[in-house]
């Protein structure tokens, strides 16, 4: 078996969506100060970094987190590419709508990760890039309520740090598609099973996961 790890690191460069508060990360404790133990606190939005939504996010009085089975958060998963595309096209994945049948969780790659890799990586790079919501890759309307007819699925995925506007967002949650933003997918492969476990959070619509692919 092999694990591949889907995931964004927590890094106070890391990429965040436009508008919302960056990573801090904050040593509340050190042994060279003279501590018992060296600690730190975390401070994050809920929908930051490679994370989880669930319908409580756009639907009033939707689920939350927490009200779903540890089941949910592992599927049979296909990974499609589609580097370099600002838009997700229903007329992309028609082709392969018979994989998608088969599987629980669609992912799709577009290249957009290695632009949060390289964001939280690079200082320089980093001054140089102002990201905004129109630079990030999205669905279109009719591909999201298309792929949201497919009964099948249980998640649908992306290397974007989001599936697209509250439109987009619903037509999935409506249907009980959870989402996940964020992701790592350039080492993931077209088939394998997904895992991805959301913080159990408390009244929460969504939370950071640790994704991973089991080959």
């Known amino acids: 078996m092999k694990v591949i790890d889907l995931s964004q690191i927590v890094s106070e460069t890391s990429l965040i969506y436009p508008g919302d508060p960056g990573v801090e990360l904050v040593q509340t404790e050190s042994m060279a100060r003279g501590d018992l133990c060296n600690g730190e606190t ?9 994370h989880l939504d669930s319908p ?23 990974l499609i590419e589609l ?8 007329e992309d994945l028609e082709p392969h709508q018979n994989k998608i049948k088969n599987v629980g969780a669609l992912l799709i790659r577009t290249g957009f990760d290695k632009i949060i890799e390289k964001y939280e990586k690079d200082a320089d790079f980093r001054q140089k890039t102002k990201i905004s919501v129109n630079d990030l890759p999205k669905f279109t309307q009719d591909c999201a309520e298309w792929l949201s007819s497919f009964s099948n699925l249980e998640l649908v995925g992306v290397d974007s740090l989001t599936v697209g506007n509250k439109i987009i967002h619903s037509a999935f949650l409506e249907k009980d598609i959870l989402l996940v933003e964020g992701l790592f997918l350039e080492k993931a492969p077209e088939n394998f099973v997904l895992h991805c476990f959301p913080w159990k959070l408390k009244n929460v619509n969504g939370a950071p996961c640790r994704a991973i692919a089991l080959i």
Do not use: C, N, R, W
Not at 42 to 48: L, M, V
Not at 57 to 65: A, L, N, R, T
């Open 42 to 50: 975390i401070k994050a939005g809920a929908h930051s970094l490679t």
């Open 56 to 78: 409580g996010h756009q639907i009033k009085d939707g689920k939350m987190v927490q009200d779903y089975p540890l089941e949910k958060f592992v599927q049979k998963a296909l």
């Open 83 to 90: 580097v370099d595309e600002k838009e997700i096209k229903k």
